[in-house]
């Protein structure tokens, strides 16, 4: 089954409050990520480029940049629910996930607020988490979604 046939079967129903959604593994970033981020993003912060000045800091390797986490969270939702558009996202950073360290995905739908009839769309709030390797709380973040319109 191809990308677009799922899609297209996915129910066009609101999640309903408390819908939890499964937990999802994202892959390691890699030194070569983190410097490739750096030089499109422009945060070229050594702390996240230099293994040595890393662990000087007391850390054990650099930390992956904050908005490169954030940036794996849009797929992880799209696995989920591919007919859900984010349109605002917004975190807490808790605990750094680190280069060559994956972790999780997992969230829970918190409020669900109906569409009405002079087409302001139906609005999903979703409460979502990342875990480090070590199982501790890396990121808090909220999403506030809406339904893609129907093709």
Not at 45 to 51: A, F, G, Y
Not at 93 to 103: A, D, I, K, T, W
Not at 123 to 141: D, F, G, P, S, V
Request: proline share 9%; net charge positive.
């Amino acid at each position: 089954m191809t990308i677009a046939a799922a899609r297209s079967e996915v129910a066009r129903d609101l999640p309903k409050v408390g819908e939890k959604f499964t937990a999802l593994p994202f892959s390691p970033c890699n030194m070569d990520e983190l410097r490739r981020y750096s030089l499109a993003s422009g945060d070229d912060n050594p702390i996240h480029l230099d293994p040595e000045l890393a662990r000087r800091a007391g850390l054990p390797a650099p930390p992956v940049h904050g908005m490169l986490l954030m940036s794996r969270l849009v797929p992880a939702l799209a696995v989920w629910r591919p007919d859900l558009t984010i349109i605002r996202l917004s975190n807490k950073f808790l605990r750094p996930v680190f280069v060559n360290e994956g972790g999780e995905f997992s969230g829970r739908v918190a409020q669900v607020t109906q569409g009405d009839a002079s087409g302001n769309p139906a609005k999903i709030l979703l409460r979502l988490m990342m875990h480090n390797e070590r199982r501790e709380l890396a990121l808090l973040a909220e999403a506030l979604t809406i339904l893609k319109p129907a093709a």
